[in-house]
Every structure is written in C-alpha cells, then in structure tokens.
C-alpha cells in the first residue's frame, strides 16, 4: 500500500525488489509492504528558493555530514540553516523575533534518552513572535518535539517529522500561542500528534487561539492524532481548523476534545479529513473532563464544533463518536456533523457509532 491515496501516487511492480513511483506534485507518502511494519517514509520535497549561504549575516549554517552541536540557540533575526545532507543532532531553543530555522537537512534527537535533551524539546519556541520551520526532517526527540509556548505568529511548514522512539514524543504542541500555522507536514510520533494545551496562567495573552492545521498527513501509534485541552489554564481555547488531512494510522482516537478547569473550548472546525481505520473502538471524544494533569479540579465548556466532509475507511469496528457534558454547568452545545461517513454509511442521529450522553444540546446530523 501507498498512503494517503490522496497523494495520487502511481505504483508500478518491476520486480521483486524493485518499485517505480509515479509523482505529480511534491508530496509525503509511507509506502508500506507489510502494514505499519517497517514502512518506507517518501519526502518528495518542492525544490529550495534563494536558500541561505553560509557565512551569511545572522545564519547558522550546518552543510552534508554529521554534526554534534547539542544546543543551538537562535534569538532575534537569526536563520538555523540545515543543508541537504547535513544530520544535526541537537535540540534548538528559540527566545526572539523574527526567527528561521530552513533547509533539506535533518535535526536529530536520537542521541539522548527519554526526556534528557539539553533543551527540553527538539525545537522549543519560547516566548517568540514571527518564527519559521520549514522544509526540515525531525527524528528521533527525546520528548515534546516543536512546542511553541507563550508564542504569536508561528509558521511550521513542509516539516517532516519522524518520532516513535519514546513515550511523550507528542509532534506539535502550542501552549499559549496564538496564530499558529501548520501546514503540508508529515508527522508520526508515539505520543499525540497535535495537541493544543494551556500550561501557564503567569504570561500576558495566555488563550490558545486562531491554530491551523491543514494539507499534512497524521500518523500516531500510542494516543491521539489531536488533543484538544487536557491541560487548561487558559481561560480559552478557540477558533481551531483542522482541514484537508489525512489520518494514515490512529490508535486511541482520532479526535479527543477534553477541557477542564472552566476552560472554554469553543469554534472548532473539523472538515475535508480522510481517515483510515483498522477497526478502533473510538473516533471522536468530545467531553468536558477532570483529570490528573489539572491543577484546578473541574471540567470545562465545549461551545460550537463542527465536523465537514470527514471519510473513515478501512476494516470494520466500533468507531464511536461520543458527545457528553459533565454536568448541567458544565456542558457541551452546538455539535454539528456534515457529510461524514464511517465505512460508507452516511452519520446520522440514528446510527450506532454516535453516543450522545446527557449535558449536550444542539447535536446535529446533516
């Protein structure tokens, strides 16, 4: 198999060891002989524009080979230049404006155990406004790999990024963070995919609001491709669009919206998604909770989401879709599901898959 199919990518058989791959566009593809075993991961990047030379104003440069930096640290109108060829293995901590980190090249995590990295995360956008990832190759973090926190104006694009090494290797995490796009990335991990968090009530505009997250492909093999709210300490979380995705393998689930600590989740959007299912019992969770990553022991509020043109296909199995409140204060509203179907079956009201608990009003199926 080559997923996504979306790629359109034409396979032909030449012989026993030998396949030809037909490409029209730039894309990212796991061409796969036997399932998730032992995948081949296919990069068919756009080529470069005016990239940077070295020596350069503000550039550090890494050219092809392997370099051992550890720490690479970038502040105001720096660029983190990684050529084609070039294995950096280091964890990037990034505290400015104005902020590129560019290249072919690949910044690799493999060296430290879990949780022991030099940074804390493979690329850690601290405090930061106007910062670029794109085009690089992510391996190997010993923990959360891109995290931008208490951030504005983050753009990670055409990253590729190829984790399951450890536990808590989540792929892209804002906490605090605002007008935040991710966009044609590849991203496997073990962990969760895409998880949005409010971690610090102690920094000036601390809502998670206005992220993107468009035109990549998801693959996780532990938890969930997006976790929306299992750390809240943020009096928001709002205006998220998920579209034009797709869900190459799931575990958990796809989609678990879980606010607490009087967290309002709210103006979610969920469209143009196509996900291969290999029989799990859950596909979407949208449940105010408490649970043991909150310091303020209460659930949260989920206002507004809305699922468009979302396909499930693959093997048979429960793909529960389950909407709840927590309690009469602490509710759900406003869940719409447009154009989705699970093994060819058009969602509705009536179908088997959507358990609609109590504390949850205004559930529709169009």
């Known amino acids: 198999m080559i997923r996504p199919a979306s790629a359109g990518a034409a396979l032909e058989i030449v012989d026993d060891h030998t396949?030809?791959?037909?490409?029209?566009?730039?894309?990212?593809?796991?061409?796969?002989?036997?399932?998730?075993?032992?995948?081949?991961?296919?990069?068919?990047?756009?080529?470069?524009?005016?990239?940077?030379?070295?020596?350069?104003?503000?550039?550090?440069?890494f050219g092809p080979g392997v370099h051992t930096p550890g720490k690479i640290a970038l502040g105001s109108g720096q660029t983190l230049y990684l050529a084609g060829g070039a294995v950096v293995k280091a964890e990037v901590l990034v505290e400015g404006t104005g902020v590129r980190i560019l290249g072919r090249g690949i910044l690799d995590g493999s060296d430290w155990e879990w949780r022991k990295g030099p940074v804390g995360n493979l690329i850690a956008i601290r405090k930061s406004r106007d910062v670029e990832v794109s085009g690089v190759t992510l391996r190997g973090s010993s923990?959360?790999?891109?995290?931008?926190?208490?951030?504005?104006?983050?753009?990670?694009?055409?990253?590729?990024?190829?984790?399951?090494?450890?536990?808590?290797?989540?792929?892209?995490n804002p906490c605090n963070s605002q007008d935040v796009l991710i966009t044609d990335c590849f991203i496997r991990s073990d962990d969760d995919?895409?998880?949005?968090?409010?971690?610090?009530?102690?920094?000036?505009?601390?809502?998670?609001?206005?992220?993107?997250?468009?035109?990549?492909?998801l693959w996780c093999d532990?938890?969930?491709?997006?976790?929306?709210?299992?750390?809240?300490?943020?009096?928001?979380?709002?205006?998220?669009?998920?579209?034009?995705?797709?869900?190459?393998?799931?575990?958990?689930?796809?989609?678990?919206?879980?606010?607490?600590e009087h967290m309002r989740l709210e103006d979610i959007t969920v469209e143009d998604v196509r996900i291969h299912g290999e029989g799990q019992r859950s596909l979407a969770r949208v449940k105010p909770v408490v649970n043991q990553y909150m310091r303020t022991k209460a659930p949260g509020f989920i206002r507004n989401v809305r699922f468009s043109n979302v396909t499930l296909e693959g093997r048979p199995g429960e793909y529960r879709i389950e909407i709840e409140g927590a309690d009469a204060e602490h509710d759900v509203k406003d869940v719409s599901f447009e154009n989705v179907s699970i093994l060819g079956a058009a969602l509705s009201t009536a179908s088997p898959a959507l358990k609609v608990g109590p504390h949850a009003g205004g559930v529709r199926c169009k």
């Open 222 to 260: 532990r938890a969930r491709i997006f976790l929306l709210g299992h750390e809240s300490r943020a009096a928001f979380m709002r205006q998220v669009t998920l579209r034009n995705l797709d869900i190459i393998h799931f575990t958990m689930t796809a989609f678990l919206f879980e606010p607490g």
């Open 193 to 217: 995919c895409v998880a949005l968090k409010g971690l610090d009530l102690g920094v000036p505009e601390n809502n998670v609001e206005r992220i993107t997250v468009e035109n990549s492909v």
């Open 19 to 61: 396949l030809r791959l037909t490409l029209g566009r730039p894309c990212k593809v796991s061409i796969e002989p036997d399932g998730k075993k032992g995948p081949l991961l296919l990069f068919a990047n756009p080529l470069e524009q005016n990239p940077p030379g070295a020596g350069d104003p503000g550039v550090v440069f």
């Open 143 to 172: 923990h959360w790999t891109i995290v931008p926190f208490a951030s504005r104006q983050v753009t990670i694009r055409n990253v590729k990024l190829c984790n399951s090494r450890v536990q808590n290797d989540d792929g892209i």
